[in-house]
Structure formats: structure tokens, C-alpha cells
């Protein structure tokens, strides 16, 4: 038998096509037309005014951070159960943090817990978060318009981290054919190896604020001044992404839509096969549209302590790759200190979460060698 990977890149002829003429050109790393071309086409299909390529999700989320003012000391909300890059942003400027659980509907920030400590914090004359970190995670809109309507309330800054949920949209609501991480002040995405579309690494900065924009680009680029000699007004990043990397990016986004398409197919086979079984299935709720970046399933609850680990060997056993979701933040050493609220809903997820085989080109074949080893655990295991 072959092995089924857990999420890999869909890279054809077209990138191969547009990487070539980039390495041609002689542009090659962060001066050349795919940049910017990268940049125009990505915020016109999120519907985000102004996006700026950087070399990683992380530093677009650490250029949010720094335009946000972040000081030593300040406090950053930020969802708890999270890829640890999250929350490294706001540790980059020496932040303090204000850990929040996920809500068990949507497994993304429990916006009611923040609100309630908000008000706590404010009525006890205690500081306030400067800014709001909300995850979309897995690609599962996170409720970014109560978020932005509480940070209104409180004059707090609002940064989306949808690393993970690029395509993701809401279909009614007050967001109504809205894209993540164009809601709030500024937002972030990542186009890793294993991410929806790729640049082979990389990210984008998104916001509709011109001086944002134009202050995010300036930062990427070592904050270097237009002058003879090298004049740098302020201490900058080289964050900044290649040309080549933005040539791939062109190509993956003219077939986004594909990848989208392809990842919600996988989605639906994988939910019908599970349909009346104790395996718990990923959020699917009204007026929202995930594109199951890593479709992830919860191992039943009455199998103990231990049950994710061994449904993901027996998958090995027959050369399946799975993957455990996150530690939440709480739990990784360096932050085990700062305030948490809540926390039971991410360390669930966590003990219980395992994303599946689910890359764009996954063959229906492979996919029921799949969905065909998870029964046979669940029926070795009391059906």
C-alpha cells in the first residue's frame, strides 16, 4: 500500500510556469512584479483594501502586533487553543497575555468568556487587553463580529489570525459574504507547505487602513528610507517575501476556489461516513463556511484517556498519516503562567482531536482506506 499523507501541496505546471519566468527575470527575491501582482490579486479575493506579502504568517501577525502599538507589558487576548505561532507574535514585543478558551460549538475563542472578564477587569479597575488575537481555527470562521463589536466597547485594537482558514466566509449574518481576516483592523494568513495554497512558506498582512498598509510594507522591508545611502527611520524586519515564492502564490491563487472546492468534497465524505457514530465531526454551523483546512475529528470521550494516540497508531499501522491537534497554550511551558480563562474545552480538543488525511488531491480511494481503518478501530474498540 502507498502512504497517505496528511495534507500536502497541489503544484502543477502553471507554478512551475510562473517560477521560471521569475527566476529568468533575475528578481528573485523581494524586488520583482510578482509581489506586488501577489499582493493585488490576494485582497481583491478576500475583499481586504490593502495586503502586504511577508515571509511567514507569523511575521505578518508580528507586524500586526508591532502596529498595534504593542509595549512591554501590555496585554494581548488571544485564543487559547491555538498554534503556538499565535501567540509568539505577541511575545515577540514582550506582551503580556490573556489566554482565552475556545467555545465547544465552534472550537474557536469563547467570546462570552472574554466579555465577562472584560467587565470584571474593568469594574475592578484592572488592565485591559490593548489588543484581541481571535484564531479562526481549522479553517472555522471564528465569531469575529461580536469580537469587534466588544472591542469598540473597551477601545481595544482587533487582529485576525486566519493562518489556517483562507476561502473560509459567512453566508448570512451581519457578515454576510465577508472572507476571514478582513473584519478587524488588520489580519494575517500563512501559505506554509501544508496550508490550503502555498508560496513554499510565507504570508500576507491584511487591512483596509491605507497608513496601516503603507506603515506594514515599510516595517517588512528593514524600514528602509528612500535615500542614497541606507537611511533606516526605525528598527525594521526582513520580512518581506520573494519574488519566486510570489510567482508560486499567483499560481495557487488563480486555483484557490479548486483548492476550496476539493477540501469541502473531502469534508462531506468524511461526515457522511461518520454520520451515527461516536466519532465527533468538525463544526459545521449555520451562516458559516469552513474550508477544513485539516479536517479534524474528536475521538469518543468514553474511551478513555489514551484513545487519540491509539487510533492514530492503528492508522500508521497501514501507513496513514494523522496528526494530534494542539497543546492549548496554557499547557506549553513558556506560557503556563500567564492568565488563563477557561481552559477545559481546549485541553478536550486536545486530548481528544486528530486531524485526518485530507489533502486536495486526495483520491476517494485513499479516502475510504481511511474512513474504512477509523471503523474498524471504532468496532475493535465497542462500536
Given at each position: 500500500?502507498t ?20 527566476i ?17 490579486r490576494?485582497?481583491e ?20 502586533m ?6 512591554p ?19 515577540y514585543q514582550f506582551?503580556e ?5 475556545s ?5 474557536c475563542m ?7 472578564e ?14 484581541i488575537?481571535?484564531v479562526?481555527i ?10 469587534v463589536e466588544?472591542?469598540r ?9 486566519a493562518a489556517?482558514a ?9 457578515l ?12 494575517a ?8 495554497m ?6 500576507m ?6 497608513e496601516?498598509a503603507r506603515?506594514a510594507k ?5 524600514a528602509?528610507?528612500?535615500?542614497r545611502?541606507?537611511l533606516?527611520?526605525?528598527i525594521?524586519?526582513?520580512y ?6 510570489a ?42 463556511e469552513?474550508?477544513y ?17 491509539e ?11 494523522s496528526?494530534?491537534l ?5 499547557m506549553q511551558?513558556?506560557l503556563k ?16 482531536g ?12 485513499d ?10 478501530w ?6
Amino acid at each position: 500500500m502507498t502512504r497517505v499523507p496528511l495534507a500536502i501541496p497541489n503544484i502543477g505546471a502553471r507554478e512551475a510556469e510562473l517560477m521560471n519566468e521569475a527566476i529568468s527575470s533575475g528578481f528573485v527575491s523581494s524586488v520583482g512584479r510578482f509581489v506586488s501582482e501577489f499582493e493585488t490579486r490576494f485582497a481583491e479575493y478576500v475583499g481586504a483594501k490593502y495586503a502586504v506579502a511577508c515571509a511567514s504568517g507569523t511575521a505578518a501577525l508580528h507586524i500586526a502586533m508591532r502596529l498595534a502599538d504593542i509595549q512591554p507589558g501590555d496585554m494581548v487576548a488571544v485564543s487559547d487553543f491555538t498554534f503556538m505561532a499565535s501567540s509568539n507574535a505577541a511575545s515577540y514585543q514582550f506582551a503580556e497575555l490573556l489566554l482565552v478558551d475556545s467555545d465547544a460549538e465552534s472550537w474557536c475563542m469563547d467570546v462570552d468568556l472574554l466579555r465577562k472578564e472584560l467587565e470584571r477587569r474593568k469594574a475592578a479597575g484592572e488592565k485591559l487587553p490593548k489588543a484581541i488575537e481571535i484564531v479562526h481555527i481549522l479553517g472555522q470562521p471564528a465569531d469575529v463580529a461580536a469580537v469587534v463589536e466588544l472591542a469598540r466597547e473597551y477601545g481595544i485594537i482587533v487582529i485576525e489570525d486566519a493562518a489556517e482558514a483562507l476561502g473560509a466566509t459567512w453566508t448570512s449574518g451581519p457578515l454576510a459574504g465577508r472572507h476571514v481576516g478582513t473584519v478587524g483592523d488588520m489580519g494575517a494568513f500563512s501559505f506554509n507547505g501544508n496550508k490550503i495554497m502555498t508560496t513554499g512558506g510565507g504570508g500576507m498582512f491584511t487591512t483596509d487602513d491605507e497608513e496601516l498598509a503603507r506603515r506594514a510594507k515599510h516595517l517588512s522591508t528593514q524600514a528602509r528610507m528612500p535615500d542614497r545611502g541606507y537611511l533606516h527611520d526605525e528598527i525594521g524586519f526582513n520580512y518581506r517575501l520573494t519574488n519566486i515564492a510570489a510567482a508560486l502564490g499567483v499560481a495557487q491563487l488563480e486555483r484557490l476556489d479548486d483548492f476550496v472546492a476539493a477540501k469541502r468534497a473531502v469534508a462531506k465524505r468524511y461526515n457522511d461516513a461518520f454520520a451515527g457514530t461516536a466519532i465527533q465531526t468538525p463544526p459545521t454551523l449555520p451562516g458559516q463556511e469552513s474550508t477544513y483546512w485539516l479536517y479534524s475529528i474528536q475521538v469518543p470521550a468514553e474511551r478513555g484517556p489514551g484513545a487519540r494516540d491509539e487510533l492514530q497508531d492503528f492508522l500508521a499501522e497501514v501507513d496513514i498519516e494523522s496528526r494530534s491537534l494542539w497543546r492549548p497554550l496554557h499547557m506549553q511551558p513558556p506560557l503556563k503562567n500567564e492568565p488563563l480563562l477557561g481552559g477545559a474545552v481546549g485541553e478536550d480538543l486536545f486530548a481528544r482531536g486528530l486531524s485526518l488525511p485530507c489533502s486536495t488531491e486526495l483520491t476517494e480511494a485513499d479516502q475510504k482506506r481511511v474512513i474504512d481503518r477509523v471503523h474498524e478501530w471504532l468496532q475493535l474498540n465497542g462500536g
